[in-house]
């Protein structure tokens, strides 16, 4: 959520900023909702303040027993106005809340206009390796090994879903424990965190209420997560942080549960796009001196995997009307898929400054006492649904074998291949 006060005295710059997102928020119609707030508050004020000074005037009337019921009678009125104002001030406020909530957070100054096909690429690492036959897309070699299988999913939940056996559920286990345990090694800390949190803590990152339709409502007030970033970052919600605990490191591995309901008809085939899918997630709550740099750390942690699985990729900073609702700065990471020829996004690393923390009013005293809010970032350390496909592609072979990746072995019980 943004800070009110910087609305209230950068209102140009907040138009502008959200315009590159292409959001209509009405800032117009923020601003003058504070303005009743602020108007109802200082009207109340003023009541209380009479009220006090009358009150004092009529206990000395009654000491001296001199009549004050007239002036009993007038502070009785004043107390019904301060009543009503009060009521007129949770609805103002409710409603003020309601506006800051729909409000993205601003692009950060770094980050190129434009949109999805304006992403500016960074670095490339890897190259494609260049294969002597046709490699099939992972949806084939997968059903030819046994290992995917689309229909059953489909058969017991519906279009969107995959089904991996055998070597290949045994792959993404292998996949989980090598990522968790690679970050771990950096100096995250392991969570099993929650899949199902409360509407508040969807709130607190950004999911609610402008994602509302993207996510699985489970009742009036649960939510299945999209992503483990839900609950790991709200860990922290409500909570006032020392300065010597930042940064805090914090990973964790989850199903992820979308509607991809702005994606009808997108990807349909295989694993590419689906509503349920594996992801392992990194989130950091910092100081926000450094938080910049933490974010250059983050994606550097997130290409490490890639790296130790040989996997070409590249990273790319995404355009501002790319970002997602709460993102000030994102960069993605694509990795190169063989079979169906393409770069898919494995990862999304993104830096929010205080907009979360705002939200779930998580905090910290820095070293002078002073309560401030944190910065917060995630990034996916990665996802499986883009990982398992890619593996399955790019280390195929003309005999119809995939090879697995020498980082693998130890985690899948030192099997080179699945044929």
């Not at 009543?83 to 809340?97: F, G, M, Y």
């Not at 970033?229 to 979308?258: A, M, W």
């Not at 910092?286 to 290409?303: F, G, K, M």
């Amino acid at each position: 959520m943004l800070d009110l006060k910087f609305i209230r005295e950068n209102p140009g710059a907040v138009r502008a900023a959200i315009a590159k997102k292409n959001d209509k928020s009405d800032i117009d119609a923020v601003l003058a909702v504070d303005g009743r707030r602020r108007e109802i508050i200082q009207r109340t004020e003023a009541l209380k303040a009479e009220r006090n000074r009358v009150s004092g005037e009529i206990a000395q009337k009654k000491k001296a027993k001199e009549p004050a019921d007239a002036l009993i009678e007038e502070m009785r009125q004043v107390g019904e106005k301060i009543a009503q104002l009060d009521n007129d001030l949770r609805d103002v406020e409710t409603e003020l809340q309601q506006r800051l909530s729909w409000i993205p957070n601003l692009p950060h100054a770094s980050v190129p206009p434009g949109g999805e096909a304006d992403m500016k690429i960074i670095r490339h690492w890897g190259e494609p390796a260049k294969k002597d036959f046709a490699v099939r897309p992972h949806w084939e070699i997968g059903e030819q090994l046994g290992i995917l299988d689309i229909p059953a999913a489909t058969k017991v939940s519906g279009a969107g879903f995959y089904m991996l056996r055998g070597l290949g559920a045994k792959l993404q286990r292998a996949l989980v424990a090598y990522m968790l345990d690679t970050h771990a090694a950096a100096g995250f800390v392991e969570h099993a965190a929650p899949y199902l949190v409360t509407a508040d803590t969807m709130f607190g990152t950004g999911q609610l209420p402008k994602m509302a339709d993207d996510m699985y409502k489970v009742d009036d007030n649960m939510w299945l997560i999209p992503t483990a970033e839900v609950s790991l970052t709200n860990l922290f919600k409500q909570d006032i942080l020392s300065y010597q605990q930042l940064p805090v490191y914090v990973v964790g591995h989850s199903p992820c549960f979308r509607r991809e309901a702005g994606a009808a008809g997108k990807d349909t085939r295989g694993m590419i796009r689906v509503h349920q899918f594996e992801k392992v997630e990194m989130v950091k709550i910092v100081r926000p001196e450094s938080s910049y740099d933490e974010l250059e750390s983050l994606v550097a942690q997130a290409e490490k995997i890639l790296q130790g699985l040989c996997i070409p990729y590249r990273v790319g900073m995404l355009a501002a009307g790319d970002l997602s609702f709460a993102a000030a700065k994102c960069y993605d990471i694509e990795l190169w898929t063989a079979g169906i020829e393409r770069w898919l996004e494995i990862s999304s690393c993104s830096y929010f400054e205080d907009f979360q923390a705002r939200r779930m009013n998580c905090r910290f005293r820095d070293e002078e006492k002073k309560v401030l809010f944190p910065h917060t970032l995630n990034g996916s350390g990665l996802a499986l649904a883009r990982l398992i496909p890619a593996i399955l592609e790019n280390y195929q072979n003309a005999d119809g074998t995939v090879t697995i990746p020498d980082a693998l072995r130890p985690y899948m019980g030192g099997i080179e291949k699945i044929g």
